[in-house]
């Protein structure tokens, strides 16, 4: 198995762009997660999918970010417009169940100027 | 109180030392314990799940301590490829989420 897939690795991208994460989940895994990670927060997690349902958004930090699961082998992250405090790194990961680990992608590095 | 608190570091040890690191847990209702690691500029993956009895993965043990709510992590024989952020992680059973610790640092010298 490829693992989860996320891309792209690297953005780096204008203030008021719209900025689009991709992720692949390993196939099996019902749950889906989508994370933040910055030296100051940590881990913080924003949105989880079971079954490419959306079932808690309420990390999500503002209605900037939007996120969907159109099927069980494809997610996006959208944030509209960026801002340069949306800069971090954006992990995907899954799971075959909510309380089993999970396993992450290798994250996209975003950097929003 | 934090749900899940651990001590940032660094803890900066010799080879072949042995280390250990804890992490506090506030939801006494917790029933999932994991322990990852994180290397740098790396995507965090999983060390190893704690068990109610304690468990053991080569030079790893993990233990929990259900009344004082904590769980605990040894290295022994410290290599220096074991230097990366163990991050601990606590299911949260009334929001039904993992929640992740802000990861402790260790560093292993020659």
């Known amino acids: 198995d490829a693992g989860v897939i996320q891309s792209p690795r690297h953005e780096v991208t204008e203030m008021g762009q719209e900025v689009t994460l991709r992720c692949k989940p390993i196939?099996?895994?019902?749950?889906l997660f989508w994370y933040r990670q910055t030296m100051m927060r940590g881990l913080e997690l924003l949105i989880y999918?079971?079954?490419?349902?959306?079932?808690?958004d309420s990390g999500m930090p503002e209605d900037r970010f939007s996120a969907k699961m159109p099927n069980a082998s494809f997610s996006t992250l959208k944030i509209q417009p960026s801002e340069p405090r949306d800069s971090a790194v954006y992990f995907c990961?899954?799971?075959?169940?909510?309380?089993?680990?999970?396993?992450f992608g290798s994250g996209t590095r975003l950097t929003v100027v | 109180r934090k749900e899940v608190e651990q001590d940032p570091g660094p803890f900066n040890v010799p080879e072949g030392a042995t280390v250990a690191f804890n992490c506090t847990y506030s939801?006494?209702?917790?029933?999932?314990f994991f322990w990852y690691r994180q290397d740098c500029r790396k995507e965090p993956k999983l060390l190893m799940s704690?068990?109610?009895s304690g468990n053991e993965d080569g030079r790893f043990t993990a233990q929990l301590n259900r009344a004082s709510q904590y769980i605990s992590l040894l290295i022994r024989d410290s290599k220096l490829s074991d230097s990366a952020t163990y991050l601990c992680?606590?299911?949260?059973?009334?929001?039904?989420?993992?929640?992740f610790g802000t990861g402790t640092r260790l560093q292993v010298f020659p």
């Open positions: 704690v068990y109610s």
């Open positions: 990961a899954s799971s075959p169940d909510r309380n089993y680990g999970y396993t």
């Open positions: 939801n006494s209702a917790s029933q999932s």
């Open positions: 196939s099996g895994h019902d749950y």
């Open positions: 999918f079971n079954n490419n349902v959306p079932i808690d």
């Open positions: 992680v606590v299911n949260n059973p009334n929001t039904d989420k993992l929640i």
